[in-house]
């Protein structure tokens, strides 16, 4: 039986100019030190082209090797200064990086990057004046229209001048779109000046202007709630967070905490922490607006400032789980610190990463001891199901989720995505008649979740049962998700069921083009091909879905319909 159309991966849960030339982003998850380019000779030229080759692996680490080896061998080449340079501050070598700058800006003494890196280095070891110095030196443009005036602010107040501190951000006040940013800024700066009150009707009503709110803003205005003694207050600022993501567990620490009486301590205590919360604010954003590089750069700089800053470090690892450096990834969520409020989270995202890189056992293990340690929680087991989906191993993952949904003891419309996951476990386990049950109760508690709408439907279709009512749903699935090509694809495979080719060759090629590498939809349009008298171009979708590494049940029915036709 073709296998319906799934999700790929867990069921769980800008550039500036002169990265542009020279950061290549990351495309393997596996990119380790030990496959580093076998160079015979340790030349300048064999240095310099494997430190190019692990760039574009994604294995910054090697290429900060490399290029400083080639360096170290012709100081003088043009652009390899600045290639190292930024290749090193990426990769977190932040000591390194500084002194790369340092050499840089004596070439180049208007380079934006390298000028931020020397200030931030300032702000590390106090050097508050110098760092102020320096930041007035920065163009009014890209990048430093946001750096400048808010590391300013954090500069006049590393100097006790709390006043000067919040005339630095008058800038950004005007510009649309940050009040936010401005106004958390402010917020901070008043309550380290004793002015919680007012910071706290700043926080608020930057959290009234979140749709949906944000984790940190929660967590600032939160905590200092706490501090004040407004625990019930602070309760319901977390559960307005709740309302907005019913499966986070980011708000169970502080949580916990109002319940057994304590307070939190300020998150930001200083002028450095609150340079690298800048830095954070401006580098997640640009994240969300997938300038990864740009948003790891200035990442690393606050981590710099402030290593123990979790929220900082999870970003972090989800742009490099984001660009396939999963073994990166997994290094920084388990430098998160399991006490705080995203260590919970870390651990889960850690473990699972493990799976992808297949590193199962230790994926499992880890897993089940997340299992004893929050034993009301189904998402050790719901990881751990994905994870043994992975691997095929579909009985145990039908195991695995149905201990997940034991700990649900009142299913709600977010937990639709156990019954979906036990489902898919379950027909690939060839019990289908358990799966139906389970699909149903997913599309009972999410009547309009479009994947799970498409499985079923496909499912019903690809065997032949309630062919009207799952094309109804299919329909509907890809009104849902129009832009989605494995939907696009059941769609084309239920009409062609029906025996309504022209239109099947008309949605699969709408599929064809959303999911260009996908070798079953090629299969199909190609079988669709055929149906309408395109024979030619049968034979070559047929051709092309084999040169697409099919499943290994796919390729001999492929083969023989290269040889016989339908």
């Given at each position: 039986m073709t296998q319906p159309r799934?999700?790929?991966?867990?069921?769980?849960?800008?550039?500036?100019?002169?990265?542009?030339?020279?950061?290549?982003?990351?495309?393997?998850?596996?990119?380790?030190?030990?496959?580093?380019?076998?160079?015979?000779?340790?030349?300048?030229?064999?240095?310099?082209?494997?430190?190019?080759?692990?760039?574009?692996?994604?294995?910054?680490?090697?290429?900060?090797?490399?290029?400083?080896?080639?360096?170290?061998?012709?100081?003088?080449?043009?652009?390899?200064?600045?290639?190292?340079?930024?290749?090193?501050?990426?990769?977190?070598r932040m000591d390194a990086a500084v002194k790369l700058a340092r050499e840089y800006l004596k070439d180049d003494p208007g380079q934006t990057i390298a000028q931020l890196t020397i200030a931030v280095d300032h702000l590390k070891h106090k050097r508050f004046k110098e760092a102020q110095a320096l930041l007035k030196k920065l163009p009014k443009q890209g990048l430093s229209i946001f750096t400048q005036p808010l590391l300013s602010a954090w500069s006049q107040y590393g100097q006790g001048k709390g006043d000067d501190a919040l005339k630095a951000l008058k800038p950004l006040e005007d510009k649309k779109g940050?009040?936010?940013?401005?106004?958390?800024?402010?917020?901070?700066?008043?309550?380290?000046?004793?002015?919680?009150?007012?910071?706290?009707?700043?926080?608020?009503?930057?959290?009234?202007?979140?749709?949906?709110?944000?984790?940190?803003?929660?967590?600032?205005?939160?905590?200092?709630?706490?501090?004040?003694?407004?625990?019930?207050?602070?309760?319901?600022?977390?559960?307005?967070?709740?309302?907005?993501?019913?499966?986070?567990?980011?708000?169970?620490?502080?949580?916990?905490?109002?319940e057994a009486g304590k307070k939190p301590p300020l998150a930001i205590k200083d002028a450095r922490d609150g340079a690298a919360e800048a830095l954070y604010d401006i580098g997640s954003s640009l994240r969300r607006q997938n300038a990864h590089e740009t948003g790891i750069a200035l990442i690393r700089m606050a981590l710099?400032?402030?290593?123990?800053?979790?929220?900082?470090?999870?970003?972090?690892?989800?742009?490099?789980?984001?660009?396939?450096?999963?073994?990166?990834?997994?290094?920084?969520?388990?430098?998160?610190?399991?006490?705080?409020?995203?260590?919970?989270?870390?651990?889960?995202?850690?473990?699972?990463?493990?799976?992808?890189?297949?590193?199962?056992?230790?994926?499992?293990?880890?897993?089940?001891?997340l299992a004893k340690l929050r034993t009301d929680l189904p998402d050790p087991h719901l990881h751990m199901g994905d994870v043994y989906r992975r691997m095929e191993k579909y009985p145990q993952a039908a195991k695995a989720y149905s201990e997940a949904i034991e700990r649900v003891k009142n299913p709600q419309p977010h937990h639709w995505s156990l019954y979906y996951a036990r489902g898919i476990a379950l027909e690939r386990a060839k019990r289908w008649k358990d799966s139906e049950k389970d699909l149903l109760k997913a599309l009972d508690l999410r009547p309009d979740q479009p994947y799970v709408l498409n499985y079923l439907g496909y499912?019903?279709?690809?065997?032949?049962?309630?062919?009207?009512?799952?094309?109804?749903?299919?329909?509907?699935?890809?009104?849902?998700?129009?832009?989605?090509?494995?939907?696009?694809d059941s769609l084309g495979w239920a009409y062609y069921r029906l025996g309504k080719f022209d239109k099947a060759a008309e949605e699969l090629e709408r599929a064809v083009e959303l999911r260009p590498q996908d070798p079953v939809i090629n299969d199909h349009l190609g079988d669709a091909y055929w149906k309408v008298g395109r024979k030619l171009e049968a034979r070559f979708q047929w051709k092309r879905s084999l040169s697409l590494n099919p499943d290994k049940d796919l390729i001999p029915k492929i083969e023989a319909k290269l040889e016989k036709g339908l």
């Amino acid at each position: 039986m073709t296998q319906p159309r799934r999700l790929n991966r867990s069921l769980a849960a800008g550039l500036f100019c002169l990265m542009t030339a020279t950061v290549v982003p990351a495309h393997h998850a596996q990119a380790k030190q030990a496959e580093k380019p076998d160079f015979s000779a340790n030349t300048f030229v064999g240095n310099y082209l494997a430190g190019r080759q692990a760039q574009r692996m994604g294995d910054l680490s090697s290429a900060a090797d490399y290029y400083g080896a080639a360096l170290a061998q012709e100081p003088t080449t043009p652009g390899l200064l600045r290639q190292a340079f930024i290749v090193n501050l990426i990769d977190g070598r932040m000591d390194a990086a500084v002194k790369l700058a340092r050499e840089y800006l004596k070439d180049d003494p208007g380079q934006t990057i390298a000028q931020l890196t020397i200030a931030v280095d300032h702000l590390k070891h106090k050097r508050f004046k110098e760092a102020q110095a320096l930041l007035k030196k920065l163009p009014k443009q890209g990048l430093s229209i946001f750096t400048q005036p808010l590391l300013s602010a954090w500069s006049q107040y590393g100097q006790g001048k709390g006043d000067d501190a919040l005339k630095a951000l008058k800038p950004l006040e005007d510009k649309k779109g940050l009040e936010n940013l401005v106004e958390i800024h402010e917020a901070l700066i008043l309550q380290l000046t004793g002015k919680a009150d007012e910071a706290g009707k700043m926080l608020t009503d930057v959290l009234g202007r979140q749709s949906p709110p944000s984790s940190r803003v929660t967590h600032l205005l939160g905590a200092l709630l706490e501090r004040a003694g407004e625990g019930e207050k602070a309760k319901a600022v977390y559960q307005l967070y709740l309302d907005s993501h019913p499966v986070s567990r980011l708000m169970d620490t502080a949580l916990a905490r109002i319940e057994a009486g304590k307070k939190p301590p300020l998150a930001i205590k200083d002028a450095r922490d609150g340079a690298a919360e800048a830095l954070y604010d401006i580098g997640s954003s640009l994240r969300r607006q997938n300038a990864h590089e740009t948003g790891i750069a200035l990442i690393r700089m606050a981590l710099y400032l402030k290593p123990d800053f979790p929220v900082a470090r999870f970003v972090l690892a989800d742009v490099l789980q984001a660009e396939d450096r999963l073994d990166r990834a997994v290094e920084e969520y388990d430098a998160i610190a399991a006490k705080s409020a995203y260590g919970w989270s870390a651990q889960l995202q850690a473990a699972s990463l493990l799976g992808d890189l297949n590193r199962s056992e230790d994926a499992i293990a880890r897993l089940k001891k997340l299992a004893k340690l929050r034993t009301d929680l189904p998402d050790p087991h719901l990881h751990m199901g994905d994870v043994y989906r992975r691997m095929e191993k579909y009985p145990q993952a039908a195991k695995a989720y149905s201990e997940a949904i034991e700990r649900v003891k009142n299913p709600q419309p977010h937990h639709w995505s156990l019954y979906y996951a036990r489902g898919i476990a379950l027909e690939r386990a060839k019990r289908w008649k358990d799966s139906e049950k389970d699909l149903l109760k997913a599309l009972d508690l999410r009547p309009d979740q479009p994947y799970v709408l498409n499985y079923l439907g496909y499912t019903w279709i690809d065997q032949g049962e309630q062919l009207d009512r799952a094309t109804d749903m299919i329909k509907k699935a890809v009104s849902l998700a129009p832009n989605d090509g494995f939907i696009a694809d059941s769609l084309g495979w239920a009409y062609y069921r029906l025996g309504k080719f022209d239109k099947a060759a008309e949605e699969l090629e709408r599929a064809v083009e959303l999911r260009p590498q996908d070798p079953v939809i090629n299969d199909h349009l190609g079988d669709a091909y055929w149906k309408v008298g395109r024979k030619l171009e049968a034979r070559f979708q047929w051709k092309r879905s084999l040169s697409l590494n099919p499943d290994k049940d796919l390729i001999p029915k492929i083969e023989a319909k290269l040889e016989k036709g339908l």
